[in-house]
């Protein structure tokens, strides 16, 4: 039970890792907020294709990375 958790725990950590820099940047950081980067944020515009599932696919992995850390630390202290 052990070694699958590790192992469950690793391919996710990559998996996301991968997922992460997949991802398209969603601004220039401070600087997008000071130049007129709420007009992105308070727009009706929805995201779409692509960018939903990496997005969705990063929160399961995310569930199972965390998840999978939680029950090794629990049950093999």
Same mark, same amino acid.
Do not use: C
């Given at each position: 039970?052990? !070694?699958l958790l590790l192992i469950l725990m690793i391919i996710s950590a990559v998996i996301m890792v991968i997922l992460i820099l997949m991802q398209r940047s969603r601004g220039d950081g401070l600087?997008?907020?000071i130049t007129g980067g709420a007009e992105q944020l #308070?727009?009706?515009?929805?995201?779409?294709?692509?960018?939903?599932?990496?997005?969705?696919? !990063?929160?399961?992995?995310?569930v199972v #990375? #965390?998840?999978?850390?939680?029950?090794?630390?629990?049950? #093999?202290k």
């Open positions: 039970m052990h !070694t600087s997008e907020a #308070f727009s009706k515009q929805k995201a779409r294709g692509i960018e939903v599932g990496l997005n969705r696919l !990063t929160i399961f992995f995310a #990375f #965390f998840a999978s850390a939680f029950l090794l630390g629990y049950y #093999f």
